[in-house]
C-alpha cells in the first residue's frame, strides 16, 4: 500500500479509491459495523485476490454492499416483501439480507450457493463511494482469517499491511460488531448471523417470530424447538468464524468472576500476566495484579464499540491469558454473548 502518495482531503481520498476499484484493486472500506476489504463485485480476478489477501477458503461467501436500494434487483431476485420491510426500516445499516441471486452473480461471491448477501452500509464514506464508483462492491470484514475484525483504520493496517491496496478511513466504526445476517423465508425468518438489530426489532417490525439459526444459542427465551431449524439455509463461514485472539481467552460468569481471577493469580509463573476486561472497576484486592484491567462499558451499545479493539490491544501487549467478565444473558447483550464466546476456548 501506498498511503504516502495518497491525497489527504475525502473527497479526493474517495476518487482514489474508485480509481484503484476500478482498476481491480483492493480497497479497506469504513462501515458502521466493521472495516471491509472492498473489491469490484464485477470483477472476479478482484475478488479472487480478497479471498487470497484474507486466507479466507472460497467456500465462505462475501457480502455484496450497494449504497441504494434500487439496486438491489440487480444482485438478487424474487425479493420477499417482508425483506423490503426490513431494508426499507434498517437501510442504511448493520443488517445483512440473504437473497435469491440473479444467475450472473459471480459464484465466487456466492460460494456457489442460490443466494447472495447483501448490505446498505450506514457510512458516509463508504455511501459516497458506493454513488462514486456505481456499482457493488465485495467485502468481507478487513481481517486475516479466522482473526479479530477491524474497527479502525489503524487495525486493518496491522492486519493486512502492504496486501491491501489502499485503506479509507473513516474513523472507528460507530456500531463495532458485524450486521445481523437475516433470511427471509417461508415461513420462518431465521437470523444466521447476530449483531445490532436484534431477534425483537425485526419480530417486532414483521410481527412474527423470528428463529435464531447460529451456531451458539445465546438468550433465554429462545425455546428448544427453535433450535433445529428445517430450513436449508446457513451461513457457511459461521462456523468458523470465532473473532479471536491470538492470546488465550477465557470467559467467565459474574458471580465466580472474582474469585477465578484469585486462583489464576496463585497459579500464574512469576512473570506471566493476566490482563481482565469485567464490568467492574479493578477491586481493592487485586491492586498487586500485573496485567491491564479494562472496565468494560455497562451499556451493550457502547460495549459493542470498545471490544474489538480491546481484543486488538490486549492480543499485542505483553499479556498471556485474557480473562473476560460474561455479561447479562439478556436480548440487549445477545450478539456480544455470541462473539464473546466465539472469541474465548472454553464455552461459558
Ligand atoms: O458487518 C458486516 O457484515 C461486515 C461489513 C464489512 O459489512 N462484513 C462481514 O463480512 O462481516 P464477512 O465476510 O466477514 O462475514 C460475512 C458472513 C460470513 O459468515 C458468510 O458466510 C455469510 O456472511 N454470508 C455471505 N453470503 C452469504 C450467503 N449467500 N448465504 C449465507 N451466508 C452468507
Ligand atoms: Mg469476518
Not at 440473479?102 to 448477501?117: E, F, K, R
Not at 468494560?296 to 499485542?316: C, M, R, T, V
Request: net charge negative.
Amino acid at each position: 500500500m501506498n498511503q504516502r502518495d495518497a491525497p489527504m482531503n475525502q473527497h479526493d481520498a474517495i476518487q482514489h479509491a474508485v480509481k484503484l476499484l476500478r482498476q481491480g484493486k483492493l480497497v479497506a472500506i469504513p462501515t458502521e459495523t466493521v472495516y471491509g476489504l472492498a473489491a469490484d463485485a464485477k470483477n472476479e480476478s478482484a475478488i479472487s485476490k480478497v479471498f487470497a489477501v484474507k486466507g479466507r477458503p472460497e467456500t465462505n461467501p462475501l457480502i455484496i454492499h450497494l449504497s441504494d436500494l434500487a439496486a438491489i434487483s440487480d444482485w438478487a431476485r424474487d425479493i420477499p416483501g417482508e425483506a423490503y420491510q426490513l431494508a426499507e426500516s434498517f437501510w442504511p445499516g448493520p443488517l445483512t439480507l440473504i437473497l435469491e441471486r440473479q444467475p450472473w452473480v459471480s459464484p465466487l461471491i456466492t460460494a456457489h450457493q442460490n443466494t447472495v448477501g447483501i448490505r446498505i452500509p450506514n457510512h458516509p464514506v463508504t455511501l459516497e463511494l458506493l454513488r462514486e464508483f456505481g456499482g457493488g462492491l465485495a467485502a468481507p470484514s478487513a481481517n486475516r482469517y479466522r482473526r479479530i475484525s477491524p474497527t479502525q483504520k489503524t487495525h486493518v493496517e496491522k492486519e493486512l499491511g502492504n496486501e491491501v491496496d489502499y485503506i479509507l478511513d473513516g474513523g472507528p466504526s460507530t456500531v463495532g460488531i458485524e450486521s445481523t445476517i437475516v433470511y427471509c423465508g417461508q415461513p420462518n425468518i431465521l437470523i444466521l448471523r447476530q449483531g445490532a438489530i436484534t431477534a425483537a426489532q425485526i419480530e417486532s417490525l414483521l410481527g412474527k417470530k423470528v428463529i435464531l439459526n447460529t451456531e451458539h444459542q445465546s438468550f433465554e427465551n429462545l425455546n428448544a424447538e427453535n433450535q433445529h431449524s428445517q430450513n436449508q439455509i446457513r451461513t457457511p463461514g459461521q462456523d468458523e468464524e470465532h473473532y479471536a485472539p491470538q492470546k488465550p481467552l477465557y470467559c467467565f460468569e459474574s458471580h465466580e468472576f472474582y474469585s477465578v481471577i484469585k486462583k489464576l493469580n496463585q497459579e500464574m509463573k512469576k512473570n506471566q500476566m493476566i490482563s481482565v476486561v469485567s464490568f467492574q472497576e479493578k477491586p481493592r484486592e487485586f491492586l498487586d495484579q500485573q496485567g491491564i484491567w479494562i472496565k468494560g462499558s455497562e451499556n451493550p451499545q457502547e460495549f459493542a464499540k470498545q471490544w474489538y479493539a480491546i481484543l486488538h490491544e490486549l492480543d499485542k501487549n505483553e499479556t498471556d491469558m485474557i480473562v473476560i467478565e460474561m455479561p447479562p444473558r439478556t436480548e440487549a447483550w445477545s450478539a456480544l454473548l455470541d462473539r464473546i464466546r466465539r472469541a474465548s476456548r472454553t464455552m461459558a
